[in-house]
């Protein structure tokens, strides 16, 4: 694989750190965790500067965030009131689409939606109330077709950003293989135009996206998607200051991000084919060799996201549009530490070191990302800093993620059985 995407050093206090999509604990199977002030807390430790409040559209959340928020001096963003000096909040939510579509089936689509302010959330929240029981989740499922509910909004603030959530995951998202559209174009029709970004998601990132010319109009952004305090920040956005709610727009509408930092889509779990119950894993050569069929119980593969990226795909593996952001790959803190110490990631020993290395280092990004590693040598233990090395250099070892199963990176992998990094990549674009 080729080496990491790395910002310059003169970037570095020109840009801050985004996550916009998160989820509050009124979304299923999310933490109980997931609230305000621990979403506070938590992205000062990750060193993000914005974080989204996630999940707007429940009542009682929306009630919890007029009492924990206050506005920030930034136009259009918030701050937890206890903590003013902390990492301020954009007002974000997504929603579930499922509607029938041209006679072809239902169609199932996730939109992350940004609003500028508390006010034109409760007119959001009042117009969506009219198409489904937003108290039910706090990802509220509706019977909308995506053009109207993108007119419907428009209507209320041409202020308000949607944004296609993860959108190649086989359910749920734009290009999904098993309810989604081949263009944006087709999910949206006459309301094409005011859609100005699409969310990657974990199973993909820009260099697949960037082999479909048809997406070279949208800004790109990556994004958590986190159901728990751990996971927020594993992908985010590196926007150019002065921080606002105007700016962020501007940046969508013209792509002028930093960086984005991602995810190995490897890791993901969907980015190859393959039938869980049966432990089946394919690129998408095989599962075209088999037909589409599990060779174990004769069942439909999960078709995966890089198969529907070379479905859609009119350019070769490493084509680059000229003016995109850069596309920065990394392993969270914690996995790190848990790999070179040779324990869980859940284990109080990983947890333990993680507070007292993002104590000493300022923000797990500020250890991943910016500071030198001459200056972590101070500091991080010898093998956890030659894991935070080799996950800068892009010398990892993966083995994909399939029909809802993670995948694994591995950094320290030569003797784990994984493949090199740069044979699955191989394997997985040809």
Not at 89 to 112: C, T
């Amino acid at each position: 694989m080729k080496a990491n995407e790395w910002p310059p050093e003169e970037w570095f206090g020109k840009f801050y750190l985004a996550d916009l999509h998160v989820h509050s604990r009124f979304s299923r199977a999310t933490s109980r965790e997931m609230t305000v002030p621990v979403l506070s807390r938590v992205a000062r430790e990750k060193g993000l500067g914005l974080v989204g409040t996630g999940d707007f559209t429940h009542p009682e959340y929306f009630r919890e965030l007029g009492e924990y928020l206050e506005a920030a001096p930034e136009e259009g963003l918030y701050v937890f009131r206890e903590d003013p000096e902390g990492p301020r909040f954009i007002l974000s939510a997504e929603i579930s689409l499922i509607f029938s579509w041209r006679g072809k089936g239902n169609r199932r689509l996730h939109l992350l939606l940004l609003a500028p302010s508390l006010e034109v959330v409760r007119e959001i929240n009042l117009a969506l109330s009219r198409l489904g029981d937003l108290s039910a989740d706090g990802r509220p499922t509706l019977g909308t077709p995506a053009r109207e509910v993108v007119r419907l909004l428009r209507g209320i603030s041409p202020e308000i950003a949607v944004i296609p959530a993860h959108a190649w995951t086989p359910w749920y998202s734009l290009f999904g293989s098993f309810s989604g559209f081949d263009s944006v174009e087709e999910c949206f029709e006459e309301e094409s135009e005011h859609i100005w970004a699409l969310e990657t998601g974990l199973s993909s990132d820009p260099e697949m996206n960037w082999r479909i010319s048809a997406l070279d109009r949208f800004t790109l952004v990556s994004n958590s998607d986190a159901h728990s305090p751990a996971k927020l920040g594993r992908e985010a956005n590196a926007f150019w200051y002065p921080m606002s709610y105007p700016e962020i727009l501007r940046a969508l509408k013209s792509g002028n991000l930093a960086f984005t930092v991602e995810f190995y889509p490897e890791e993901g779990k969907y980015h190859f084919d393959g039938h869980r119950a049966c432990g089946v894993l394919f690129s998408p050569a095989e599962t075209r060799a088999h037909g589409g069929k599990c060779p174990v119980c004769g069942g439909e593969l999960t078709v995966g996201v890089m198969h529907r990226v070379e479905e859609l795909a009119d350019r070769p593996e490493g084509f680059r549009p000229p003016g995109k952001p850069l596309s920065v790959h990394l392993v969270p803190l914690e996995e790190i530490i848990a790999e070179a110490l040779g324990v869980g990631v859940q284990s109080k020993r990983v947890k333990k070191t993680y507070r007292q290395l993002v104590g000493l280092g300022g923000s797990e990004f500020a250890l991943l990302l910016e500071r030198p590693l001459a200056e972590l040598e101070e500091f991080v233990p010898e093998r956890i800093l030659e894991g935070i090395r080799r996950v800068r250099e892009g010398r990892l070892y993966v083995r994909p993620g399939y029909d809802g199963v993670y995948g694994v990176v591995s950094i320290f992998g030569e003797d784990s059985g994984e493949e090199p990094a740069e044979n699955l990549r191989q394997q997985s674009l040809f």
